[in-house]
């Protein structure tokens, strides 16, 4: 994935591809560019130089600070679902996953039709992958960052066109090899090996390095164990032909999980009760909590409706109660003088409606770092995020708004809900800003009149502007500045208007009018 940490910032801001943005770790002489966009390539950034020099060639470039420690959680659960494709992986540098797949290319329709299933997972998860098949993993590496493919013959002659640098020796030797005229595996693999091994020795091992690429040497994988989930199991010693068989043994695996959840200090998330009919097909029921819950009573009454509707058709003989996702819940006190924060009746009361509704008729609001108004909230499921329950819409980013000079405050309305120093919000968003026209007295100063879906609108009293910049990590440079007004009409009505540019900005025409909001 030679593009992991640039594709993952980009997927998670939102960001623009033309944006020159080069991600920066600290060097020893100041920062150095850990990552750069296909723009920033362009304009001569490349990973490993210092960010001094890739300014003085364009001082444009946005450097922002990379996130090492996100990459490498990436990584990690970018393992475990690479598990789909081989019971062995294990991450390869910072960048890389080495899959052991003998014996399961025939699963797939071959390894051309592997390779292409693995080429569309991860294009799918906006991830770009440079992917090699080799008999060996040294070769397989060497491959993936040289040249990607199959090696479905000899393995030294496809090895011998590429450079020294694709054995992953350490730079100093390289160099060396180099100034030898050793530049490519083939030219290496002529050499006599006594003359090698004399010549490199301990890190610098070239003959070990070429043992490994060609199979002389083994280098096994060595996967890291997975923990099973928790999880409590009955055998019947008949079939149970009867609709209450499943609900019967739930009520005997509920009290045998929970003491597994216990012992292990977790509280799960996601469950799922699964039945095993005689014929080898199996049934499965799951439900999942809002926060990681362990009281049996809570988690019977979830499963009670997923029991009681899984078919036994010729007859169970077995049942597991798996907690497919689990965290961390340890003991806990919710209070000590006060009433409990209701926090957990709360939650109870979403797992109940998401089992009865579905998890997508259940949803909450959900934040977005973003001071543009339609960016700051939408919506998400209910069983995300437990913690954004109590708390408010965020802050917009420092700098990204303005008072508007000369501001006028004719009137004080009733308090509606404050947020920051800027104008009140509306309590009513509309999904998406709607055309308005507008007349004014100046193309600078206060509105008069709107019209607004076929009705005309005379403006009673105004206030503002409150004045909100785009976002130039995310928006084009052509992005133009917003001036929010809060309005009355001589019915009554309130509206949160706002007029996009501005005169003589050099980013368009005549500046257009939206109405984004209402009040009450």
């Known amino acids: 994935m030679p593009h992991l940490p640039i594709e993952r910032w980009a997927k998670d801001a939102g960001s623009p591809a033309d944006n020159p943005v080069v991600l920066t770790v600290e060097g020893a002489h100041g920062p150095v560019i850990h990552a750069v966009t296909k723009a920033a390539a362009d304009r001569g950034a490349y990973p490993g130089a210092r960010l001094t020099d890739a300014r003085a060639l364009d001082p444009a470039l946005i450097a922002l600070p990379a996130d090492p420690e996100g990459d490498t959680i990436l990584m990690e659960r970018l393992t475990r679902w690479a598990g789909r494709w081989s019971p062995l992986v294990e991450i390869d540098g910072f960048d890389a996953l080495r899959l052991d797949i003998s014996g399961v290319g025939h699963l797939f329709g071959g390894e051309q039709h592997l390779a292409k299933d693995i080429q569309r997972r991860f294009a799918a998860l906006g991830l770009t992958v440079r992917i090699a098949i080799a008999p060996t993993a040294a070769a397989a590496w060497a491959m993936a960052h040289h040249d990607p493919g199959i090696c479905d013959d000899d393995i030294e002659a496809r090895l011998a066109s590429l450079h020294v640098a694709a054995l992953r020796l350490d730079p100093g030797t390289v160099r060396t090899l180099e100034r030898l005229g050793l530049k490519t595996i083939g030219s290496l693999i002529e050499v006599p090996r006594l003359a090698l091994s004399r010549r490199f020795r301990g890190a610098e091992d070239v003959v070990e390095a070429l043992d490994r690429a060609l199979g002389r040497k083994a280098e096994p994988l060595t996967a890291a164990p997975a923990e099973s989930p928790p999880h409590a199991a009955l055998r019947l010693e008949e079939p149970a032909t009867h609709p209450e068989a499943a609900s019967q043994a739930l009520e005997r695996l509920i009290p045998a999980l ?204 105004v206030e503002g502007p409150e004045r909100i910049a785009p976002e130039w990590w995310r928006q084009p440079s052509s992005s133009r500045l917003r001036d929010y007004y809060r309005v009355e009409d001589q019915a009554g009505r309130r509206y949160w208007i706002y007029r996009e540019g501005i005169v003589g900005d050099g980013r368009g025409g005549a500046p257009s009018w939206f109405i984004h909001g209402l009040f009450g």
Do not use: C
Not at 288 to 307: F, G
Not at 363 to 391: C, D, Q
Not at 417 to 440: K, N, W
């Open 258 to 461: 929970v003491r597994e959840l216990e012992q292990r200090h977790l509280g799960a998330r996601r469950l799922s009760l699964i039945g095993y009919r005689v014929d080898g097909s199996v049934a499965v029921g799951s439900v999942a909590t809002a926060i990681p819950s362990r009281e049996p009573k809570h988690l019977q009454r979830l499963l009670a409706d997923k029991a009681a509707a899984l078919n036994p058709e010729f007859g169970f003989d077995a049942f597991v109660l798996q907690a497919n996702w689990a965290e961390d819940l340890g003991a806990a006190q919710e209070s000590l003088v006060e009433e409990p924060s209701g926090e957990r009746e709360l939650a109870r009361l979403v797992d109940r409606l998401t089992v009865k509704l579905g998890p997508h008729a259940v949803r909450r609001p959900k934040r977005h770092e973003s001071h543009l108004p339609e960016r700051a909230s939408g919506w998400m499921s209910a069983l995300i995020s437990p913690s954004l329950l109590h708390e408010g819409r965020k802050e917009p980013r420092s700098g990204g708004r303005e008072r508007g000079r000369g501001a006028k405050r004719p009137f004080s309305p009733t308090p509606l809900p404050q947020r920051g120093e800027g104008l009140d919000r509306p309590q009513r968003l509309l999904d998406r800003p709607e055309a308005i026209d507008v007349i004014y007295a100046t193309p600078e100063g206060m509105p008069r009149r709107f019209m607004w879906r076929r009705a005309v609108h005379d403006i009673l009293r």
